[in-house]
């Protein structure tokens, strides 16, 4: 039988994990027509869900002021059709005023 991964083996797959995802989110890829031509780039949204989901299991969590990132996407999301109300029902309690 094999023995557990150390504390350290462990926190340095972590620190490892979370430095590569942030490299990935915020590199964008081609978008390629059917001829092969570049013709824009956009960020790869399975890693943006693999960063979401880190973030998640990991419990860190961020407060919507005004002026930072968190308070510009619920701004935009509230625009949405869903509308500010049924937004608040679907949002962590950190993101609703």
């Given at each position: 039988?094999?023995?557990k ?64 990132a ?28």
């Amino acid at each position: 039988m094999s023995e557990k991964a150390s504390k350290s083996a462990m926190d340095g797959l972590h620190g490892t994990v979370a430095n590569i995802l942030a490299k990935e989110v915020q590199t964008k890829k081609p978008i390629v027509d059917c001829d092969g031509k570049v013709i824009g780039e956009m960020y790869d949204k399975q890693m943006l869900s693999l960063a979401i989901k880190f973030l998640k299991d990991n419990n860190i969590t961020g407060v919507a002021k005004e002026g930072n990132a968190l308070q510009a996407l619920r701004d935009a999301a509230a625009s949405t059709p869903f509308g500010a109300e049924e937004l608040g029902q679907t949002l962590p309690p950190q993101f609703n005023h």
